[in-house]
């Protein structure tokens, strides 16, 4: 194609010969990690304060339906490779594991007998063999930096340095920072780093905070190339966890309310400011150096919103111990957040780690000044497959001939020439919630590889012109256009030879079956339970004696707190006893503690204090069924200490 910036020289790149920096244009990717599609003022918030994102959408062209994989790794993989996380097979946020054997099956030899599907694992790495954006652009004379985040792999052959990145500075284990502030020592899981630490960060001054460190970095990269063609790929630590922020930030943050009424969580806020200030530099320096001309400049997120961490119903949250290294963190967001999850994607549903708008929805803005006319909106549905394609044609740079590319240039689109030539978009996500998605026009069908108990429908289809918020399920009413669009799917699965899910030969419909249940992980003996009229109902068998609910799924070492709201005609005395890991049987005497149920037909609040010592194994739970049932309407274990759920049923 014609070459698009203007040049003194005109040189046809061939192999590996380097090019001046006058005539080739540089190229900026700057990532940031959880950022959904409604977290700038760019998109529309009236909360979070992005005046430099903003600044740059008016020099950019700004993308309302850009796409990325809901989980980070499989995006970043195919923003590296342009195939889709079906082929590559990155397909979930696994990069900071050890990899499989060479030779591992992709499947797990032995599943749950409760699940009817085995599920084709995740790479936990880059393959070696896939030639990267860095690669090309490496041996077309490029200089290549890598900044921050990479969840790609931890083993040499995968780091970023064996990839095509001349420039690193990046650390492992990478689904966040080892921490927001330096020192940088101790890495996401609390393990001193020469336990468990790769890559090259080093500690700064006491407190520097990690996205300014970050910044400072990739901006020396550029004083250091600003004479030659560098691509600087600047990929985020923030926002993801563990949260790290200023509180200065936040406590200014926590004074103001969302005229909107959908994000008030004051971390996240801050963690966009800071983000936004590395933006600025970003964008001043290349200012400062006259570079700002000649630079492709992409803006991007990895996955939608995060909606979920850290809310007040986050049992993991719940059973962290007292000297867990990640409490701090957590206490410090509960100051601040309350139970608020770290943003809000509305009107898009839901967010991370969820294949509906809001977990692949994500921002997307391109500038290059003189080929793209700034302040403009495009509604051309693209994706990280494309960046790929789309800078090596901007570049005027071959792709490989031996890698299939899966993504198209939409260049044509920033230039204002032409479209991208594509029937649909596909979204491949076999993990958390299973299913694979495409976009077609205005229409997306959502095909779930089975029912789920929050999603029990396995075609979804929405009209997004008409319904962004993905609130009205066509699919019963448009069995043609299902049919339609479930063929471009089976395509998709065809051509990128998506690992489907498999038969497991251990499924047990009727353990499956129980697993479902509302009283599932309760363990009647000598008693029966059925689930009516909003509560369980338990009685005693026939001729059995000493009828109790056991669960295994109590695991504490702290004292507890029984909550069980219950009634019984008859009424009477029950009792709660437990036995802890370290013993083979319930002992005879002690860790049993004795309640009363009174006689009526009104609901009662029983609260019930566990004097636990040693870690529990099980939990036995003795009620009065000697003269007729019990029933149950919600039990709830809780730490007495954080007065936190453990483990609650409820049959409302």
Not at 247 to 270: L, V, W
Not at 452 to 479: C, F, G, K, Q, W
Request: negative net charge.
């Amino acid at each position: 194609m014609k070459l698009l910036w203007p040049a003194v020289t005109v040189l046809l790149l061939v192999g590996v010969v380097p090019v001046a920096a006058q005539d080739q244009p540089n190229v900026v990717l700057f990532v940031v990690d959880d950022m959904g599609w409604m977290d700038s003022t760019a998109y529309g918030s009236q909360y979070y304060e992005t005046p430099n994102m903003e600044r740059l959408a008016e020099q950019s062209m700004r993308f309302t339906d850009a796409y990325a994989v809901p989980l980070c790794s499989p995006t970043r993989c195919s923003i590296l490779s342009g195939q889709h996380s079906a082929r590559h097979r990155v397909t979930s946020a696994s990069g900071h594991q050890p990899p499989a054997l060479p030779d591992a099956s992709p499947y797990a030899e032995k599943a749950s007998p409760v699940a009817k599907f085995i599920y084709p694992n995740s790479k936990n790495f880059i393959d070696p063999a896939i030639v990267t954006l860095a690669e090309v652009l490496r041996d077309a004379g490029y200089r290549t930096g890598h900044f921050g985040k990479w969840h790609l792999g931890l083993m040499p052959e995968n780091r970023p340095d064996q990839n095509g990145f001349e420039t690193t500075w990046e650390c492992a284990p990478d689904p966040g920072p080892p921490s927001y502030f330096s020192p940088y020592g101790v890495s996401a899981q609390g393990r001193p780093t020469g336990q468990h630490h790769v890559g090259n960060i080093t500690d700064g001054p006491d407190g520097e905070y990690i996205t300014d460190r970050l910044t400072d970095e990739a901006l020396q990269f550029v004083e250091t190339h600003r004479d030659e063609p560098f691509f600087l790929n600047l990929w985020q630590y923030g926002v993801h966890g563990p949260w790290g922020h200023k509180e200065e930030y936040t406590a200014e943050f926590a004074k103001k309310t969302d005229p909107r009424g959908e994000q008030r969580n004051p971390i996240m806020a801050s963690m966009l400011k800071s983000v936004d200030e590395s933006l600025g530099r970003v964008m001043a320096k290349l200012d400062e150096l006259g570079l700002t001309e000649n630079t492709l400049f992409i803006f991007y997120s990895d996955n939608g919103g995060n909606v979920h961490s850290n809310r007040e119903d986050d049992r993991k949250i719940a059973n962290l111990r007292e000297n867990h290294p990640k409490l701090a963190a957590i206490r410090d967001w509960r100051k601040w957040a309350g139970g608020e999850g770290p943003t809000n994607n509305a009107p898009l549903r839901e967010g991370k780690a969820r294949i509906y708008e809001g977990g692949q929805r994500v921002p997307l803005m391109v500038r290059w000044p003189g080929i793209i006319q700034p302040g403009t909106t495009n509604g051309t549905v693209v994706g990280a497959i494309d960046l790929y394609p789309t800078v090596l044609d901007a570049l005027n740079v071959d792709l490989p001939a031996d890698h299939i590319v899966d993504g198209l240039s939409f260049l044509p689109v920033l230039t204002q020439t032409g479209g991208v030539d594509r029937e649909a978009y596909f979204t491949w996500f076999p993990h958390i919630v299973p299913a694979v998605s495409v976009r077609k026009g205005e229409w997306k069908l959502i095909r779930r590889f089975e029912p789920h108990r929050d999603y029990p429908e396995v075609r979804e289809l929405y009209n997004l012109t008409a319904d962004i918020s993905e609130t009205n399920n066509l699919a019963p009413a448009m069995p043609d256009k299902v049919r339609e669009l479930d063929a471009l799917i089976d395509g998709f699965i065809a051509d990128t030879g998506a690992l489907m899910p498999i038969p497991n030969p251990a499924y047990q419909p009727h353990a499956a079956k129980a697993a479902r249940a509302p009283e599932a992980g309760l363990v009647p003996k000598m008693c029966t339970v059925e689930v009516k009229n909003g509560a369980l109902v338990v009685t005693k068998e026939p001729g059995k004696q000493n009828p109790f609910l056991g669960t295994a799924q109590v695991k504490t070492r702290s004292p507890l707190t029984l909550l069980l709201q219950a009634r019984s005609q008859a009424g009477g005395a029950g009792r709660v006893q437990w036995k802890s890991a370290n013993q083979e049987n319930f002992p005879d005497q002690g860790q049993v503690v004795n309640f009363q149920l009174a006689p009526g037909n009104e609901w009662q609040d029983l609260r019930i204090e566990l004097p636990i010592e040693n870690t529990t194994q099980i939990i036995r739970l003795y009620l009065p069924l000697e003269n007729g049932h019990v029933e149950i309407q919600s039990l709830d274990y809780r730490d007495a200490k954080t007065k936190k759920s453990l483990k609650r049923w409820e049959f409302e």
